[in-house]
C-alpha cells in the first residue's frame, strides 16, 4: 500500500511521526543498560535460583574426552540445557552440534541466556602447532601471537568461543608430563609468551568472530607437584611463589585474559580450587582480574580426595566461598548450592555475585547479541588449513628447532647424498603432532622421512624403523645397520610417543625409550655420520646420545607442517635459531635443576669440581648437558665485552648495556642475545643469574649490530626481606651472550636513595 501527502499538511505529519519514532528510539537506548556490566545486573534481577546456578555449571558434551568419564549422553545434556540446569558446554565440535545446542538455550529456555562452548585448543584447533614448549623455544612472542591468532581463527569458525589455554605454569621437573604445555623454567620469558598467548587468542575485539576468550591455566604453581607427578601436591613459600611462579599468571591477566582454571594442586595445604589466598587476595584483591574463574574437570568432587570436605555438598560451598564462579564437570553446583542455600550455609549474594562474572563475559563475547556468531557452515570449512596458516605453522616450526651438537659442521645435509633414515619417529604422522591435538588430523603432516625425500631429489633415501619405540625387541638392528652401510649417511629420528608426555603422563626416566640408544651405537659403529633428530614433549638426559651423535637436533613434537620444516632446516633451507626454555640435565639424579639457582653459602667451584664439603654429586658434575638459553647455529655469532654506559645508578635513573653481535660465519642467522642479571648482595639470597631481556635478531654472514638493554627499576627490584617489592643500592652483575652460560659481564653500583 502506498500513501501519498500533497498537501504541507500531510508532510508535517510525517515529519512529527518521524520525529516521535526517533525520540522514542533514542528514549530507550537511553534507558537501556549499556555496559556489560549494567546489562548483567539487568538481566540478573529477573533470574530465579535455579536459572543462576545453571549459568555457574558447565559440562562436557562428549565430542572430546579430557577427564574421567561418566554416564550422560548428548541427548540428556540437551535436555538439561533445555531445563536451564547447564549454561556452558565444553567439548562439543563442529558449527552443526554447537547450533543444536545454541538454539535450544536462545530459543527454548524462559531468558533466551545463551550458551559459552569451550575446548582445549592448546597448540592449535586443524593447524598443529609445535608444543607449547616447543614454540617457546622459538624466542618469538611475537610469532606466538600469530600462531594462537590462528587458532583462534579455526577454532571460532567451529563455533567455538573459549579455549582452555594458555597454560602458563613454570615448570622446573621434566619429569612431569605436562611441561609440554607451558613455556618452560623461567618467570621472564614465561611471562612474555603467556601475554602473546593471550593476545593472540582474543585479539583486539572480543566480540570479533574470529576470537576465543583465554582461560589462564593452572591457578597455581601445578608445575611444582611434588616428584613430577600429575595432581600430586603443591608445598612452597610464599617468597617463591611470588618469585617464580605467579608472574606468568599475572602477565596473562595483565594482557586481558577474562577467565582463569585452578589447578587440581593443592598448595600449601589447601586445594587451589578453595584456596581463597590465590582466588581473592592475589586474583581479584591485588591484581584487580575482572573476569570469572572456573575449576578444571571434576575438582569439586576431589575435594573429598583432598580430605578437606566431608561430601560433595560441603566441597560446593567451600568452593563458592573461595571464588570459584563456575564448575567445570562436577554438577556439584547444580546438586547442591540449593540445599546449602536453604540450610543457609551459602548466600544468594554470593551466588549472584558468581552469576554476574559469567553474564559479563558473555556480554562482553557479543553472544546476546548474536548468540551464533561463530555459527557460519561455510566458513567452518574455509578456515581450516588456509595456506596462510600453514605457512605461520612451518615458520614457527622452523624457529623452534633447537641445534644442540654439530660437530665438524655435519649439518646441514648436502643434497645428493645417499641417506639411510632410521628410527620408530622417522615416518610417523601422529607423533609429530604431540599431545593435545585439538581436530588436527595425522593425515594432513608429511613425516621427516618423506621431507628428506622431497630435499633429496635423484639420490637414494631409504627408511627403516631398526626398532620400535617403547620395547626391548632388536630384530630390526641388523636391518638398520646394513642400511647405514650402504649410505653415506645416517639420519636417526628418536625420542618420546606423544602419549608419553601431556596430562597423566608422567616418567621416572628421562632417557630415550626402549632400545632407542642401543640402537643408536649399532649404527655409530658402522663408521658413517650420524645425525640424530629428537622428538619429544619434555627435556630428556641425553649424555650417551650426545656423544655418539655427530649432530642432534632437538624439533620436539612440531605439528602439522613439522615433518617438512624439519627436514627443511636439515638441510639448510633454513638456519636454526631455537634456544632451550628448560634445561636438559645430564642424568634425572639431578632434577629439579634450572640455571636460576641459588649459590648456596658452599658453591662448588668449576676449577676445582672434586674439592670437598662443597655442594656436590660424587657422580655427576653440578651443570647440566645443555643450559637454559642453548641453542647453536649453522653460522656463529661472536660477542664483544659488556658495554655500560655509566658505572654507578642513582634511584629512579636507567643504565645502558651494550654488546656488539657479530656474525662470523657463512650463513646468514638469527640469535637470541639474552641479558641476565644478578643482585650481589640483597637482604634475601638471590639468584646467580637471572633472565630479564632478550632480542631475536638477524644478521647477515659478516655483518655485525649494537644490541643494548635499558636497565632500571623494573630489572633491578624483587621481593625484599619485608616482602615488599622494591630494589635495594648495592653492587650488580649484567651477563649478555647466547645462552646462561657462555656470558660476557659487567658490574654496576646502585647508590643509596
Given at each position: 500500500m502506498k500513501i501519498f501527502f500533497t498537501n504541507l499538511a500531510g508532510r508535517q505529519l510525517v515529519l512529527l511521526l518521524l520525529a516521535t519514532v526517533l525520540l522514542y528510539t533514542i528514549s530507550a537506548r537511553s534507558a537501556e543498560p549499556e555496559t556489560a556490566g549494567a546489562r548483567a545486573d539487568a538481566l540478573l534481577a529477573r533470574m530465579t535460583v535455579a536459572e543462576k546456578i545453571g549459568q555457574l555449571t558447565l559440562f562436557?558434551?562428549?565430542?572430546?574426552i579430557t577427564g574421567p568419564v561418566k554416564e550422560q549422553s548428548q541427548r540428556s545434556l540437551l535436555e538439561q540445557v533445555r531445563k536451564g540446569d547447564c549454561g556452558n558446554v565444553f567439548n562439543l565440535i563442529s558449527v552443526a552440534e554447537i547450533k543444536k545446542f545454541q538454539k535450544v538455550a536462545v530459543e527454548e529456555t524462559r531468558l533466551h541466556i545463551p550458551l559459552l562452548f569451550g575446548y582445549d585448543v592448546i597448540h592449535g584447533y586443524k593447524t598443529i602447532f609445535p608444543i607449547c614448549l616447543g614454540a617457546a623455544a622459538s624466542w618469538n612472542p611475537a610469532l606466538i601471537e600469530s600462531s594462537d591468532r590462528v587458532a583462534a581463527t579455526e577454532a571460532a569458525a567451529a563455533g567455538l568461543d573459549w579455549t582452555f589455554a594458555p597454560m602458563v605454569d613454570i615448570a622446573r621437573d621434566p619429569r612431569w608430563g605436562r611441561i609440554c604445555e607451558g613455556a618452560g623454567e623461567d618467570p621472564f620469558l614465561g611471562s612474555a609468551v603467556a601475554a602473546a598467548r593471550v593476545r593472540g587468542f582474543q585479539g583486539t575485539n572480543l566480540a570479533a568472530p574470529d576470537t576465543l576468550l583465554a582461560c589462564v591455566?593452572?591457578?597455581?604453581?601445578?608445575?611444582?607437584?611434588?616428584?613430577?607427578?600429575?595432581?600430586?601436591?603443591?608445598?612452597?613459600?610464599?617468597?617463591?611463589?611470588?618469585?617464580?611462579?605467579?608472574?606468568?599468571?599475572?602477565?596473562?591477566i595483565d594482557a586481558g585474559a577474562l577467565s582463569v582454571m585452578a589447578s587440581f594442586n593443592e598448595l600449601n595445604g589447601t586445594p587451589a580450587t578453595v584456596n581463597r589466598f590465590l582466588l581473592q587476595q592475589v586474583l581479584r584483591d591485588e591484581w584487580g582480574f575482572q573476569g570469572f574463574a572456573v575449576t578444571d574437570y571434576t575438582a569439586i568432587n576431589e575435594l573429598v580426595m583432598h580430605g578437606t570436605a566431608a561430601d560433595e555438598g560441603d566441597a560446593a560451598r567451600q568452593a563458592l566461598a573461595a571464588g570459584v564462579d563456575m564448575d567445570m564437570q562436577s554438577a556439584a553446583y547444580l546438586n547442591h548450592l540449593p540445599e546449602r542455600l536453604a540450610a543457609g550455609q551459602i548466600t544468594e549474594a554470593q551466588i549472584n555475585t558468581a552469576v554476574k562474572r559469567i553474564l559479563e563475559i558473555k556480554f562482553k563475547l557479543g553472544l546476546f547479541d548474536n548468540p551464533f556468531r561463530h555459527l557460519n557452515e561455510q566458513r567452518e570449512q574455509q578456515a581450516f588449513y588456509a595456506k596462510e596458516n600453514l605457512a605461520t605453522a612451518y615458520r614457527l616450526a622452523c624457529e623452534s628447532f633447537v641445534l644442540l651438537k654439530n660437530t665438524n659442521q655435519t649439518l646441514p645435509l648436502k643434497a645428493g647424498k645417499k641417506i639411510a633414515v632410521i628410527g620408530p619417529l622417522a615416518d610417523s604422522r601422529r607423533d609429530l603432532l604431540g599431545s593435545w591435538i585439538a581436530k588436527g588430523k595425522a593425515n594432513s603432516c608429511k613425516t621427516?622421512?618423506?621431507?628428506?625425500?622431497?630435499?633429496?631429489?635423484?639420490?637414494?633415501?631409504?627408511?627403516?624403523?631398526?626398532?620400535?619405540?617403547d620395547s626391548t625387541n632388536r630384530a630390526g638392528f641388523a636391518k638398520a645397520v646394513a642400511a647405514a652401510k650402504r649410505a653415506d649417511l645416517a639420519v636417526l629420528v628418536l625420542g618420546e610417543s606423544c602419549e608419553m608426555s601431556g596430562e597423566a603422563k608422567c616418567r621416572t626416566s628421562l632417557g630415550l625409550p626402549g632400545v632407542q640408544t642401543e640402537l643408536l651405537l649399532e649404527i655409530k659403529q658402522t663408521g658413517k655420520p650420524v645425525v640424530v633428530v629428537l622428538m619429544n614433549g619434555r627435556p630428556l638426559a641425553l649424555e650417551e646420545e650426545s656423544q655418539l651423535a655427530d649432530a642432534l637436533l632437538e624439533i620436539w613434537f612440531p605439528g602439522?607442517?613439522?615433518?617438512?620444516?624439519?627436514?627443511?632446516?636439515?638441510?639448510?633451507?633454513?638456519?636454526?635459531?631455537?634456544?632451550?626454555?628448560?634445561?636438559?640435565?645430564r642424568t634425572v639424579g639431578q632434577v629439579p635443576i634450572f640455571y636460576a639457582a641459588k649459590n648456596t653459602g658452599r658453591p662448588l667451584d668449576p676449577a676445582n669440581p672434586k674439592e670437598k664439603y662443597k655442594s656436590s654429586y660424587l657422580d655427576c658434575p653440578n651443570d647440566p648437558l645443555y643450559p637454559f638459553g642453548f641453542g647453536l647455529s649453522y653460522t656463529t655469532f661472536t660477542y664483544s665485552e659488556v658495554r655500560l654506559d655509566r658505572a654507578t645508578l642513582n634511584p629512579g635513573e636507567k643504565i645502558q648495556a651494550t654488546v656488539t653481535v657479530?656474525?662470523?660465519?657463512?650463513?646468514?642467522?638469527?640469535?637470541?642475545?639474552?641479558?641476565?642479571?644478578?643482585?650481589?648482595?640483597?637482604?634475601?639470597?638471590?639468584?646467580?643469574?637471572?633472565?630479564?631481556?632478550?632480542?631475536?635478531?638477524?644478521?647477515?654472514?659478516?655483518?655485525?649490530?649494537?644490541?643494548?638493554?635499558?636497565?632500571?627499576?623494573?630489572?633491578?627490584?624483587?621481593?625484599?626481606?619485608?616482602?615488599?617489592?622494591?630494589?635495594?643500592?648495592?653492587?650488580?652483575?649484567?651477563?649478555?651472550?647466547?645462552?646462561?652460560r657462555d656470558t660476557h659481564a659487567a658490574k654496576f653500583d646502585l647508590l643509596e636513595p
Open positions: 562436557t558434551g562428549y565430542s572430546g591455566k593452572h591457578f597455581a604453581a601445578y608445575g611444582a607437584v611434588q616428584a613430577g607427578r600429575d595432581y600430586n601436591t603443591v608445598d612452597l613459600s610464599e617468597r617463591t611463589l611470588r618469585e617464580i611462579y605467579l608472574p606468568p599468571y599475572r602477565a596473562a621427516v622421512f618423506e621431507g628428506i625425500q622431497r630435499n633429496n631429489p635423484g639420490a637414494k633415501v631409504t627408511f627403516t624403523a631398526g626398532c620400535d619405540l602439522t607442517e613439522g615433518g617438512a620444516a624439519a627436514a627443511d632446516v636439515l638441510f639448510g633451507r633454513h638456519n636454526p635459531s631455537g634456544k632451550l626454555p628448560a634445561t636438559f640435565p657479530t656474525n662470523t660465519g657463512n650463513y646468514a642467522g638469527a640469535e637470541v642475545v639474552q641479558l641476565y642479571l644478578r643482585d650481589l648482595v640483597g637482604s634475601v639470597t638471590r639468584p646467580v643469574r637471572e633472565l630479564k631481556g632478550f632480542q631475536k635478531i638477524e644478521l647477515r654472514a659478516g655483518e655485525s649490530r649494537e644490541i643494548s638493554f635499558t636497565i632500571g627499576e623494573n630489572e633491578l627490584k624483587f621481593l625484599r626481606a619485608d616482602m615488599t617489592v622494591g630494589t635495594e643500592p648495592g653492587e650488580f652483575q649484567v651477563f649478555i651472550g647466547p645462552n646462561s
